[in-house]
């Protein structure tokens, strides 16, 4: 698995929005609705110089929406599911933006199971002596196959 240190600009994300709580993560309806409703905000996403969109990320945050980990085991918390935007993009009504803040993270290329990678983002930061310091972020590139990337925050830039 591979897990390179990184630095995570600050990014805007257009999307739905969901509280998790424990034995209810809301993540798989939120996507079903973002999806649904793409059209609204394709014109907004983010695209790299071919015109491909830039992230579509399942972005987290504490209830007090300070990008904080996730409580109670990972398992309380808030979801975006949504598309990377310019920061200056405003949402449409019924849609939620938010922006992360910059980070220096782990980013672990998750190659199949998700909940390994997960696991092995967190037993990374223990290796390297750092301490979760925010929501862990996931975020899937189109351009690169839709490949899934796991962002494990340990510093706030």
């Not at 993540?27 to 973002?34: I, K």
């Not at 793409?38 to 929406?65: H, I, K, P, Q, Y």
């Not at 909940?115 to 975020?139: I, K, N």
Request: negative net charge; charged residues 20%.
């Amino acid at each position: 698995m591979e897990i390179v240190t990184c630095e995570l600009s600050a990014v805007s994300v257009i999307g739905m929005e969901g509280e998790a709580k424990p034995g209810h993560n809301p993540a798989s309806a939120l996507w079903e609705r973002a999806n649904a409703r793409f059209g609204e905000v394709e014109g907004l996403a983010l695209r790299d110089e071919n015109g491909v969109t830039v992230g579509v990320w399942g972005a987290m945050s504490d209830l007090s929406r300070s990008f904080l980990p996730w409580e109670d085991g990972f398992s309380q918390g808030l979801y975006l599911a949504g598309v990377q935007v310019p920061p200056e993009a405003l949402p449409p009504e019924g849609w939620v933006k938010w922006t992360l803040p910059a980070f220096a993270c782990l980013r672990v290329k998750a190659e199949g199971d998700y909940a390994a990678a997960f696991q092995a983002g967190l037993e990374e930061l223990g290796r390297r002596g750092l301490t979760l310091a925010g929501a862990v972020q996931e975020c899937q590139r189109p351009a690169e196959g839709g490949q899934l990337y796991l962002f494990f925050p340990f510093k706030r830039l």
